[in-house]
């Protein structure tokens, strides 16, 4: 047992380091892209800390975002003013990156890369771990209510049509 928790903490931290690396490059990648497509459009003497303000908003909007969408769910209220939101923002986000991008498939392919990968794995992150269909009996668990079939005999109706069936009775399930 003691093996599989070390296993576990050494593949926990790889993912760590994984997923810092490629976050940071993406978010480079994508920021830098937003800022150039800001700069390439703001009026003349914009000063540059513009375009990286813009970059940081337009990347971590989305962010934040999906944060309010998974407390929401998890709280049960509703996640449309976030979830527009985050559509926005990573539209906006993944305009940027084809804007700036050679104008083939190629191009708008690779150039939406960094979006891409930077959306994914913040939804992989912040995903949290699968649940599972069923969850495993307790001692505080009450067994389930016992429901028995009682047989009956056909019953005519008014115009002589016999009623064949069943009638179910419900029973609370026996205490121990």
């Given at each position: 047992?003691?093996?599989?928790?070390v296993?576990?903490?050494i593949?926990?931290?790889?993912?760590?380091?994984?997923?810092t690396v490629?976050?940071?490059?993406?978010?480079?990648?994508s920021?830098?892209?937003?800022?150039?497509w800001?700069?390439?459009?703001a009026?003349t003497?914009?000063?540059?800390?513009?375009?990286?303000?813009n970059?940081?908003?337009?990347e971590l909007?989305?962010?934040?975002?999906?944060?309010?969408?998974?407390?929401?769910?998890?709280?049960g209220?509703?996640?449309g003013?976030?979830?527009?939101l985050?559509?926005?923002?990573?539209?906006?986000?993944l305009?940027a990156?084809?804007?700036?991008?050679?104008?083939?498939?190629?191009?708008?392919?690779?150039?939406a890369?960094?979006?891409?990968?930077?959306?994914?794995?913040?939804?992989?992150?912040?995903?949290?771990p699968?649940t599972?269909?069923?969850?495993p009996?307790?001692?505080?668990?009450?067994?389930a209510?016992?429901v028995?079939?009682?047989?009956?005999?056909?019953?005519?109706?008014?115009?002589g049509?016999?009623?064949?069936?069943?009638?179910?009775?419900?029973?609370?399930a026996?205490?121990?």
């Amino acid at each position: 047992m003691r093996s599989r928790r070390v296993k576990d903490r050494i593949e926990s931290l790889a993912l760590v380091v994984i997923l810092t690396v490629v976050a940071v490059a993406a978010g480079w990648a994508s920021f830098t892209h937003v800022h150039d497509w800001t700069m390439r459009h703001a009026p003349t003497g914009t000063p540059d800390a513009f375009g990286w303000v813009n970059a940081v908003i337009s990347e971590l909007v989305p962010v934040a975002a999906l944060l309010i969408i998974k407390r929401r769910r998890r709280d049960g209220a509703p996640i449309g003013y976030p979830l527009f939101l985050l559509i926005a923002a990573g539209t906006l986000s993944l305009c940027a990156q084809l804007a700036v991008a050679q104008p083939s498939p190629a191009g708008w392919l690779l150039s939406a890369v960094p979006a891409l990968a930077f959306m994914a794995l913040v939804k992989l992150i912040f995903a949290g771990p699968p649940t599972t269909a069923t969850a495993p009996a307790t001692a505080e668990q009450e067994p389930a209510p016992i429901v028995e079939a009682i047989p009956v005999r056909p019953i005519a109706r008014p115009n002589g049509v016999p009623v064949i069936g069943q009638v179910t009775r419900w029973s609370p399930a026996p205490s121990y």
